[in-house]
């Protein structure tokens, strides 16, 4: 599991240090806090696996500049652009052993690495806040082959959700997400070539009729049918929220709790009320939940951090505050020549 | 009036122009029949109608709290008491001939539940409930004279933010 991050000079922090929970990692942000930043370099280095040192480095940098797509694909872009701001530098630390990284703001893929990570890493998902599966028809052979500017978590998740379905019945807990999520799409996926379906008792719907809330739950089912989501994984999920019904989402909530008693990290990005209160409702004492509020100071413009691990501690944070503000707005409404 | 008890709550209206404590059988007369909010309270341009709920009543046995919070999650609540207690109000007020308030200002529904758990987004959708049961809009295409204008439900930090100056609510018991 990923313990901690330290990193300094990084896109749109100066600093930033996090310590993270094996359970679920809640971060609640307003647009351009760095929400998305952080769990693609988390991604990027759970994804950058190789035999070397010196490949694994290689294959860091490359991660990253493909999942963050800088202008040329240029590694200095990412290092915060502020003044005396000349180098990123970067710890990691999984399992008690820490990964080292430093570029400069002029570095193409030039990265300082160190790894004392150990070899064994679970898989890292990445489920970006578009959905894919519906276009994913022709996408992977157009991405090998062409110079498209997408990022890459498109391509990575458009890949997982291919694997075949893992052999036999599933296990007891695996069968036990499956059915829930079968439930709440009210049906099954199949692939057919590069095409996707739902199979319901009214036949087979493509994904491209499909709701764009029910297939985010086709994915889910696909990633625990074919084995990337088991005990040691790592989930990461940008807006969970993005196309789906609010009535849905308490499901979505009770999957991911789910995942993460069966030993799934996770790490979510959000700016939705209902997705942070139904985190909070559901949560039992086995559950292992933080939340971590990125803030971006309004004197300083420097994006800062809190961690809690109850909801109400979070508060004020942004998402909270834009229902107060239209509340306000309310109260005032219904109070004119009262007050 | 202008300090009254609901429960464990003391309300001041002494900035009000006229308060009364309504529910109380003496002031009403008609309790076997039609329900009553707890106060009528006039300010110089509008009546309130306040109705208080304390789940949070520090002596409050949790059997019944678990009671208030369902009946509040399912709109029980609000369709057996809030709106009734409104409308009978409003009746009442209208038939009775020695009035406790100026019935041709507008009427304005306030709600407060002293329940921390409600954060403003479930004030909201409680307050849009209520203005769809009372209701405060007449049929589409109809003209319609609401007979309360609006409603608002609070918990006890958004009445302390947005009336605590006017009319200051404060827990006799912590």
């Given at each position: 599991m990923l313990e901690k991050l330290t990193v300094r000079n990084f896109t749109a922090f100066t600093h930033l240090a996090l310590e993270f929970l094996p359970g679920a990692n809640v971060f609640i942000g307003a647009n351009a806090t760095g929400k998305t930043h952080v769990l693609k370099l988390l991604y990027a280095a759970l994804s950058s696996q190789a035999v070397t040192e010196r490949r694994e480095g290689e294959a860091f940098a490359r991660k990253l500049q493909n999942v963050f797509l800088p202008r040329e694909r240029h590694l200095g872009r990412l290092v915060h652009r502020v003044k005396g701001g000349e180098t990123c530098e970067g710890v990691i630390k999984r399992h008690g052993r820490d990964l080292t990284f430093s570029f400069s703001n002029r570095a193409v893929n030039e990265l300082e690495f160190r790894s004392r990570w150990p070899s064994e890493i679970g898989p890292a998902v990445y489920v970006p806040v578009k959905e894919m599966l519906a276009n994913a028809p022709g996408f992977r052979s157009l991405y090998q082959t062409r110079e498209i500017h997408f990022e890459e978590i498109y391509a990575d998740i458009i890949d997982?959700?291919?694997?075949p379905l893992l052999k036999g019945a599933p296990t007891q807990d695996r069968k036990l997400l499956l059915d829930m999520v079968q439930e709440a799409m009210e049906g099954r996926v199949v692939v057919k070539g590069e095409q996707f379906y739902l199979r319901n008792r009214q036949g087979e719907l493509e994904f491209t009729l499909l709701a764009e809330g029910?297939?985010?739950l086709a994915l889910l089912w696909l990633l625990i049918a074919n084995g990337t989501l088991l005990e040691g994984s790592t989930l990461f999920w940008d807006e969970p929220e993005a196309n789906l019904n609010p009535a849905l989402i308490s499901t979505l909530v009770a999957i991911l709790l789910q995942l993460q008693r069966q030993g799934v990290?996770?790490?979510?990005?959000?700016?939705?009320?209902?997705?942070?209160?139904e985190f909070?409702?559901?949560?039992?004492?086995?559950?292992a939940l933080r939340y971590i509020v990125l803030e971006r100071d309004s004197a300083t413009r420097e994006i800062t951090h809190r961690v809690a691990d109850a909801y109400l501690e979070t508060l004020p944070?942004?998402?909270?505050?834009a229902y107060e503000d239209i509340y306000d707005r309310e109260v005032q409404r219904t109070l004119e020549g009262v007050l | 009036m202008t300090v009254s008890v609901e429960g464990n709550l003391l309300f001041d209206f002494s900035s009000a122009v006229r308060s009364t404590k309504f529910d109380e059988e003496g002031a009403h007369g008609?309790?076997?029949?039609?329900?009553?909010?707890?106060?009528?309270?006039?300010?110089?341009?509008?009546?309130?109608?306040?109705?208080?709920?304390d789940p949070d009543h520090p002596l409050a046995q949790a059997r019944d709290v678990a009671v208030f919070?369902?009946?509040?999650?399912?709109?029980?609540?609000?369709a057996r008491e809030l709106v009734p207690k409104c409308r009978d109000t409003f009746i009442y007020e209208w038939c009775c001939q020695d009035r406790a308030v100026d019935i041709n200002k507008p009427w304005k529904y306030l709600v407060l539940i002293a329940l921390s758990a409600l954060r403003p987004p479930e004030?909201?959708?409680?307050?849009?409930?209520?203005?769809?049961?009372?209701?405060v809009a007449g049929p589409p295409g109809q003209r319609w004279q609401p007979f309360v204008q609006d409603c608002q439900v609070f918990n006890l930090q958004t009445w302390s933010k947005s009336l605590g100056a006017l009319f200051p609510v404060t827990r006799l018991q912590q």
């Open positions: 997982k959700a291919y694997l029910h297939r985010k990290q996770l790490f979510v990005a959000t700016h939705s009320y209902v997705v942070l209160k909070e409702l559901q949560r039992t004492m086995d559950h944070h942004g998402v909270a505050q | 008609l309790t076997h029949c039609m329900k009553a909010v707890d106060f009528l309270v006039e300010t110089h341009d509008a009546v309130l109608l306040i109705e208080a709920k919070a369902q009946e509040l999650q399912s709109s029980v609540l609000t004030l909201i959708v409680l307050s849009d409930g209520l203005r769809r049961s009372l209701p």
